[in-house]
């Protein structure tokens, strides 16, 4: 039943249009099946073939290109500013318990509300994550969109679209009811977080402080395509306005959300008493580390739909659910002060000084605020009593406050518009929550950078470490990286606890790094977003500095993996005048700027060329292919596009070889790709 094409003969409109809607409904079978059943029935590469058919397709024939496309979900061009959204029915929040006395008493609200009426109830887990709405029109996602205030929020539905669990259109074969909207939480799961966090540390970005955090912030990016690299997902638990269709239970609504193809609560119980409730919640609190999301309690909800409207809701939230909160270890103590932390990029931290006090075994006298955001959104006040909690069972954070124990002397955080450090403006970029000092001599920064420089993943300096770091600083020998290289013995020995010996080491190790590789130094650098990886990307488009530094956005961004806003970081560093002073000096100091002699053999000679390979070549496995490529400095690519550079057609190729006719891209045999590799 599969649907292989493998050229586009000059098809009749209405014939590609027809052949495009099919390739859409297969391929978004494809993907629920991947990323919603986790029951794949075709392999990547199939896959692919089909995506990129359609693509070729949809490039050939603009007119039929619709934003509800399978090949849509890469995300497309940024948006100024999110539109806003008015929710029909507005989004509300749960009331929160957090002892069995307090469901109890909602239980018995409950009974006494609905005198003499059966009902039973179902526990769900409590996602930590973003609540967000989806609405279907004829079966059709048109509208994604945050909670904001409850009753408006923003429109989001191009990030959501990159979110592969969520169906661009209702499964099912009957006619989907006239408007469906569901509700549900956008969570980044624990293993795509804990990676996104060594990118982000290792290219000098502010890891995310929780999981629900790094959703959040990806769902707030204009730009789509980099939403489409963040690893999220999504769980559907209930819904805004419904027309022509009808639920009675919730069992029965989790149900039919399953059929139209949404990602459930993995696990949930019918409970027909207090007690059933009890005991799920206990099963559910034991078992969190099993679900891939951080959960904060579990969910209990009134099955019957049909006392929802009796019951109706308070200000803030319904009377037919609430939420238990399961307590982790945390204890009360007194915030005295904010400090703030400079990091190496300058990025300010908001720390909290407490009150000395005892938790999990440890007494804590420090924790992390993690951003201005957040000490506004928890309300956080200096000299308030607030709540900590070991958060990832090893940094202490602040997660709220005891509001009743103000006494009105509490003061409001405010972030200074000065370094605390070296007393140069604060700036904070569009779109970021980060607050940054931009002076590059600010000691603080300075210190970090230098660490950075010097640390083994960089240029590697043996001997010199945090502590060494530290005195140069403070003792003004050192205002950044280059100032390294111009140092003598009599500086170094004047430092406290520097022998002639250790002097000497400091100093062999530092002209020893002169000769490190040019990726090293371009991480080094410590320009944001570029880290080790990228680096060495860098290392294999430009031959050196000189051509890097010229390099336009625009030019950058032809490079694989690299998005617009890593290209302008990395363009606008190289136009900021003191880099490019640093840069200098470090030149004349003799550190390595260009690309090691055999680095990319024969002068890399398809350097900066990007390559895809489709079909079966007769003298080379798909591996040695692509080595054959990469080792004289060329990129393989798994799909068509303009950068490519050349196109290898071996024996029955896929639609990649379509797609390159349709693009223009030149298509070469295995002769000629013989021929040029073993040149
Ligand atoms: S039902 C009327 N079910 O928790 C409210 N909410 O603290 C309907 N949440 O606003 C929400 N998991 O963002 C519901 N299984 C679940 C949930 C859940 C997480 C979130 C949701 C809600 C917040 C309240």
Redesign the pocket.
Same mark, same amino acid.
Do not use: F, Q, T
């Given at each position: 039943m599969e649907l292989y094409c493998n050229n586009i003969p000059a098809m009749k409109p209405i014939e590609a249009q027809q052949r495009i809607r099919k390739l859409r409904a297969t391929l978004e079978r494809h993907n629920y099946l991947y990323y919603v059943a986790n029951q794949p029935e075709i392999s990547d590469r199939d896959y692919d073939r089909l995506y990129h058919e359609l693509d070729a397709l949809e490039t050939a024939h603009p007119e039929f290109l619709t934003p509800d496309s399978p090949t849509r979900r890469v995300g497309g061009a940024p948006l100024a500013a999110f539109e806003q959204v008015r929710h029909r029915l507005p989004?509300?929040?749960?009331d929160?318990t957090y002892s069995r006395a307090e469901l109890l008493n909602f239980h018995e609200r409950l009974v006494r509300l609905l005198p003499g009426q059966a009902f039973t109830y179902i526990v769900? /887990?409590?996602?930590?994550?973003?609540?967000i709405a989806l609405r279907y029109e004829h079966g059709r996602l048109v509208t994604g969109s945050t909670?904001g205030d409850g009753a408006v929020g923003d429109n989001i539905t191009a990030n959501l679209r990159t979110i592969r669990s969520i169906p661009m259109a209702l499964r099912g074969e009957g006619k989907p009811p006239a408007v469906l909207e569901v509700?549900?939480?956008v969570y980044m799961p624990r293993d795509g977080f804990m990676a996104i966090n060594r990118a982000r540390e290792e290219a000098g970005e502010e890891p995310f402080a929780n999981p629900r955090n790094a959703a959040a912030g990806s769902l707030k990016l204009l730009d789509s395509r980099l939403v489409a690299r963040r690893p999220l997902d999504v769980?559907i638990?209930?819904t805004g306005e419904l027309d022509g269709i009808f639920f009675d239970t919730h069992a029965r609504l989790l149900a039919a959300l399953k059929a139209f193809g949404f990602k459930i /609560?993995g696990k949930f119980w019918t409970c027909r008493s207090m007690d059933e409730v009890l005991a799920a919640l206990e099963e559910l609190k034991n078992t969190r580390q099993s679900f891939p999301f951080e959960m904060?309690g579990g969910?209990i909800?009134v099955n019957e739909r049909a006392f929802y409207e009796k019951l109706g809701?308070t200000a803030k939230?319904?009377r037919w659910?609430v939420?238990f909160k399961y307590e982790s270890e945390r204890a009360e103590t007194r915030l005295n002060a904010i400090t703030l932390q400079v990091g190496r990029t300058g990025v300010l931290t908001p720390v909290a000084e407490l009150e000395p006090v005892a938790l999990a075994g440890s007494t804590i006298n420090r924790a992390t605020l993690h951003n201005a955001d957040e000490v506004n959104r928890k309300d956080i006040r200096i000299g308030d009593h607030v709540y900590i909690e070991k958060a990832g069972e090893v940094i202490p954070a602040v997660v709220g406050v005891n509001t009743s124990a103000r006494n009105g002397h509490e003061r409001i955080f405010h972030m200074p518009d000065k370094c605390p450090i070296c007393g140069e403006p604060v700036t904070q970029q569009e779109g970021e929550v980060a607050f940054r000092c931009e002076n590059l001599q600010c000691p603080a920064q300075l210190k970090r950078w230098l660490r950075h420089f010097a640390a083994r993943g960089a240029m590697d300096i043996e001997g010199l470490g945090e502590a060494l770091v530290d005195q140069l600083v403070d003792a003004n020998l050192v205002s950044d990286p280059a100032d390294l290289y111009r140092l003598h013995r009599e500086n170094v020995e004047t430092l406290e606890r520097m022998a002639a010996k250790s002097a000497q080491n400091l100093l062999d190790g530092i002209e020893a790094s002169k000769q490190r590789d040019f990726w090293r130094v371009l991480f080094a650098l410590g320009i944001r977003q570029v880290g080790a990886k990228m680096a060495q990307t860098l290392e294999q488009h430009y031959a050196g500095i000189e051509p890097l530094m010229q390099a336009t956005p625009d030019e950058l961004q032809q490079i694989r993996d690299m998005g617009p806003v890593a290209a302008k970081n990395i363009y606008d560093y190289f136009h900021t005048s003191r880099n490019c002073v640093l840069i200098r000096r470090l030149q004349d100091a003799g550190v390595t700027m260009t690309r090691a002699v055999g680095a990319a053999p024969k002068g890399g000679l398809l350097a900066g060329k990007v390559f895809v390979l489709t079909g079966a070549l007769e003298h080379f496995s798909r591996d040695q292919a692509e080595q054959a490529i990469r080792a004289l400095g060329g990129e393989v690519s798994s799909s068509v596009s303009k950068k490519t550079f050349r196109v290898v057609a071996g024996a029955e190729p896929g639609s990649k070889l379509d797609k390159a006719r349709v693009l223009g891209v030149k298509v070469m045999n295995e002769t000629e790709f013989t021929k040029l590799v073993h040149s």
């Open positions: 989004m509300m929040s749960l929160n769900e /887990p409590k996602i930590d994550g973003v609540a909670r509700r549900g939480e769980i638990y209930a /609560p904060d969910v909800k809701a939230s319904p659910a939420a």
